[in-house]
C-alpha cells in the first residue's frame, strides 16, 4: 500500500496520532476512516467512532483535515482514500475549513467528508443565542409599539463572546448589499423590523435639481421624495434607517440610508452616496427597515449595534426552537483542490457564501442541504465538478454559481448542477441572484425543480450549456422585465441547448407579466426545443437576435407564446457598435469557433441590426395567444408547421398532462414526442429529501 512507508520512519519522528494512522492504513485494504463527534477530542486519533479507553473521535473537521495531511506527508493516501464521518451533531465554525491543493484525493484514493449514515450533521457559521430576559428599559419600551411591550425579548451578544456585529450599509450599486448579521430561528430566517409588515409604500412625488429621462420615463436622480401619512415621524432619532426600494424600474432595487426625514413637508432625503444609478421616479416603491419602533409582529427582530442587545419577538415559545445568529463567512473554502466529496451535510447560517470552491477538478457536493446563507449557497468554479442532490433555500442570494471553460478554446469545464432543489432564494438581493448561474462553456444543469423565488430561476454566459429536464414553478413574482432563463447582450455567447423543460406558472410582479426563456438584447443562438410551457406569458422571448430555434414545443395558456422584436432598429440602435465589439472579442474567425459557429462568420454583413436567421417550427400553441412578432422583425423569423388554435388532443390538459394522444395532429406535422416522464427531480441515493412537494404560487 502507498503508506506502507511509514515501517520505514521512527516513532519519536510520527508522534502517537500518525502511528495510529498507519497502523489503520496497512491493515486497511479498502481505505481509511477518520471519526469526528462533537464530543470529539482532537488529541486523539480519531480512528474509533467512539471513546474506547484513551483514544475516539476528534472534534473539528480541521483536525482531520490535518491528520489527512500527515497521512499524506508520511508515505501517501491509501488505496481507496480516506472518508471523514461526522456524527449527528452541530459544529460551530468559528472559522471555515480551508482546503488546499495539498488537502487533495487522487483517482484511486479519494477523500469524502460525510454525515455518517442516518445522522444529522449541522455545520453552523453562526452562534447559538442563549440568556434571553424581558425588555424592561422604560427608553426601549416607549419606543415599542403597544402590542410589542411584553412580547420582544433581549440578549446581551457582547457578553455571549459576539464582537463583530456588523454594519448596516447601502448597498454600493443597484443589486448588490450585504445584510450582515442576520437571526434564525427554528431554522427560517426572522425580519428585521419592516414597516409595512409586507409588500411596499409607493412614493407619491419625487423632487431634485437634477433631471432624469430615459426614453420619456422622467425622474430625478436626487433621492428626495415624499411620502403621505404620518408613520415615518415615528423613525425620529432612529440610527442607521434604511429602505430597500425599486426606484426608477422594478429590475432595479437598491438598500439606500436615510439622511434626513423632514415632517414638515413630509419629505425624505437620502444619504448623497451611494445613490441609485437610474434615479428615482414617482409611483416606484419602497419599505423602510433597521427600525426599533417597528418591531410590531412576531418574527421580527432588531439589533442595537452599540450596545450589543439584540431584540426579537418569537414566532413561538423560545424554547421550541433555537435562535441562531450568522457570524462566519464562510464554512469551507476550497482553491486548487482535487477529488474531494462532501456529501450529507447540512451547512447553514453564514454571513456569505456557504461553500467556496475555486478551480477545483473532480470535487463534488452530494445530498447537502445549504440554508439560511448570507449571500450564495455555493460558488463553484474549475472543471468535471457539481452539486448533485441538495436542496439550497432561504438565501440571501442565489443558488448555485458555476464558472468554467475557456471561451477562446471553447474547451468544455464540465461543470454540472443536477438533481437539485433550489427555492426561496434572493431573499436579500432580490434581483439578478438566480438560482443556479453559468458562466463559461459546457457546463449543464439538470433535473432541477426551481421554485419561489422573486426573480429568474437561470442566469447564464459563455458558450455551449445545457439545460435539460428542469421543473421551473412560482418565479420571477418580484420583478416583470425578467425571465424564468435569462441571457443578453452578446452575438457570440452561441451553442446553448434548452431541452426536455417544464415551465409553468409564472406570473410577473402583481401579475402584470414576465418572460419565460429570455434572450435578450440581441442574443443569439440558442435552440429552445421540446419544452413545456404553461401559463408563462412571453413564453420564448427572442430581442433582436439572430439564429434562433424554437421547435417542438408545447404552449399553453401563454400570452403570447412566441414574441420577437428588431430593438436594435429602434430604441436599441446605440448597441450597433457594441454588437461588434463583443463580437471581436473572440477569436471568431478562427478554429474551433470557425467550424462551430459558421453563422459568425457572415453575423456583420448587410444590416446585422436586422434580427435574421431565427427558426420557429413544429410547435403546439393551445389557449392564450401565439405570436406577438413585431412587424420589422418578421422577415428574420422563419415559422413553419406550427399547430396553432387546433385541439392538440392532450391526454388531460386539466391534470396538467399534456402528454399526446396517438391520434394528435400534431404527429402529421413532425412533432416528435416529449420524455414528460423524466422532467425533475428524481429518486436517488444522494437526494437530501424525498419526497420532494411544491405549491405552485397562486395569481395575486
Known amino acids: 500500500m502507498s503508506c506502507s512507508t511509514f515501517r520505514h520512519l521512527h516513532s519519536a519522528t510520527l508522534g502517537r496520532a500518525a502511528l495510529a494512522l498507519w497502523g489503520a492504513c496497512v491493515m486497511s485494504a479498502v481505505g481509511l476512516d477518520l471519526y469526528v463527534a462533537p464530543g470529539g477530542n482532537d488529541a486523539q486519533s480519531g480512528l474509533a467512532p467512539t471513546v474506547r479507553g484513551t483514544d475516539g473521535p ?68 453562526g452562534k447559538v443565542v442563549t440568556g434571553w430576559q424581558a425588555v424592561t428599559d422604560p427608553a426601549v419600551l416607549a419606543k415599542l409599539d403597544a402590542a410589542a411591550r411584553g412580547q420582544v425579548m433581549q440578549a446581551d451578544l457582547t457578553a455571549q463572546g459576539v464582537t463583530d456585529l456588523g454594519a448596516m450599509l447601502p448597498g454600493p450599486r443597484w443589486g448588490a448589499s450585504s445584510p450582515g448579521l442576520e437571526v434564525f430561528f427554528a431554522d427560517q430566517p426572522m425580519t428585521l423590523a419592516r414597516w409595512p409588515n409586507q409588500g411596499y409604500i409607493t412614493i407619491p412625488e419625487v423632487f431634485g435639481t437634477r433631471p432624469q429621462d430615459i426614453r420619456g420615463t422622467k425622474g430625478f436622480m436626487d433621492g428626495i421624495f415624499s411620502y403621505a401619512g404620518e408613520r415615518p415621524a415615528r423613525w425620529l432619532g432612529e440610527k442607521d434607517i434604511m429602505l430597500h426600494g425599486y426606484w426608477f424600474w422594478d429590475w432595479a432595487d437598491q438598500r439606500l440610508r436615510v439622511q434626513t426625514i423632514d415632517t414638515t413637508t413630509r419629505r425624505i432625503t437620502l444619504d448623497p452616496q451611494p445613490q441609485h444609478d437610474f434615479g428615482f421616479r414617482k409611483d416606484m416603491y419602497y419599505y423602510a427597515y433597521n427600525l426599533l419602533p417597528e418591531l410590531d409582529q412576531p418574527g421580527e427582530w432588531y439589533l442595537d449595534r452599540e450596545h450589543g442587545v439584540l431584540y426579537f419577538w418569537p414566532p413561538a415559545a423560545l424554547a421550541s426552537g433555537e435562535v441562531m445568529i450568522s457570524v462566519a463567512p464562510t464554512l469551507v473554502e476550497m482553491k486548487d483542490v482535487a477529488h474531494v466529496t462532501i456529501r450529507g451535510l447540512t451547512c447553514e447560517c453564514t454571513r456569505g457564501t456557504a461553500l467556496s470552491l475555486d478551480n477545483v477538478s473532480q470535487v463534488s457536493v452530494a445530498a447537502c442541504v445549504i440554508r439560511n446563507t448570507g449571500a450564495w449557497g455555493i460558488s463553484l468554479s474549475g472543471k468535471e465538478s457539481g452539486v448533485s442532490g441538495c436542496d439550497l433555500y432561504n438565501l440571501a442570494e442565489g443558488g448555485v454559481a458555476l464558472a468554467g471553460g475557456d471561451r477562446r478554446t471553447l474547451a468544455p469545464a464540465g461543470l454540472y448542477v443536477d438533481n437539485c432543489h433550489l427555492f426561496r432564494f434572493g431573499r436579500w438581493n432580490p434581483i439578478c441572484k438566480p438560482g443556479v448561474q453559468v458562466d463559461g462553456v459546457g457546463n449543464r444543469v439538470t433535473h432541477n425543480l426551481i421554485n419561489d423565488a422573486p426573480h429568474m430561476a437561470v442566469m447564464w454566459s459563455g458558450n455551449d450549456h445545457l439545460f435539460e429536464f428542469n421543473e421551473f414553478h412560482s418565479v420571477v413574482h418580484g420583478a416583470n422585465d425578467a425571465g424564468i432563463m435569462y441571457a443578453g447582450y452578446n452575438p457570440a455567447m452561441r451553442g446553448h ?81 457594441i454588437m461588434k465589439q463583443r463580437l471581436e472579442e473572440v477569436p471568431y474567425t478562427e478554429e474551433p469557433w470557425r467550424s462551430r459557429y459558421p453563422q459568425l462568420l457572415t453575423y456583420l454583413e448587410g444590416n446585422y441590426a436586422e434580427p435574421r436567421g431565427n427558426l420557429v417550427a413544429r410547435n403546439i400553441c393551445w389557449g392564450g395567444r401565439w405570436d406577438e412578432i413585431e412587424a420589422k ?51 436517488d441515493p444522494l437526494r437530501a429529501s424525498w419526497p420532494v412537494v411544491t405549491t405552485v404560487r397562486p395569481p395575486r
Open 58 to 125: 476528534l472534534a473539528t473537521l480541521t483536525a482531520a483535515r490535518d491528520r489527512i495531511r500527515t497521512l499524506k506527508a508520511a508515505g501517501g493516501l491509501p488505496e481507496g482514500g480516506v472518508t471523514v464521518w461526522l456524527s449527528a451533531g452541530i459544529y460551530e465554525l468559528a472559522a471555515p475549513l480551508q482546503l488546499t491543493a495539498a488537502d487533495s484525493g487522487t483517482p484511486t484514493a479519494p477523500i469524502t467528508y460525510r454525515a455518517a449514515d442516518g445522522a444529522t450533521v449541522r455545520l453552523l457559521g
Open 497 to 577: 441547448v434548452i431541452r426536455y423543460n417544464y415551465f409553468h406558472h409564472v406570473y410577473g410582479f402583481q401579475d402584470k407579466g414576465c418572460n419565460g426563456v429570455y434572450l435578450d438584447d440581441m442574443f443569439c443562438s440558442a435552440t429552445i426545443y421540446g419544452n413545456i410551457f404553461y401559463k408563462v406569458p412571453r413564453a420564448a422571448f427572442i430581442g433582436g437576435g439572430h439564429d434562433n430555434v424554437v421547435e417542438n414545443n408545447v404552449f399553453v395558456d401563454c400570452a403570447p407564446a412566441l414574441h420577437v422584436d428588431a430593438r436594435m432598429l429602434g430604441w436599441a440602435a446605440a448597441s450597433v457598435p
Open 633 to 683: 422583425a418578421r422577415p428574420g423569423v422563419t415559422l413553419t408547421d406550427n399547430l396553432l388554435d387546433t385541439d392538440p388532443k392532450f391526454v388531460d390538459a386539466a391534470q396538467g398532462d399534456f402528454r399526446l394522444q396517438p391520434d394528435s395532429p400534431a404527429f402529421k406535422l413532425g412533432f416528435k414526442p416529449i420524455p414528460i416522464a423524466q422532467i425533475g427531480l428524481y429518486a
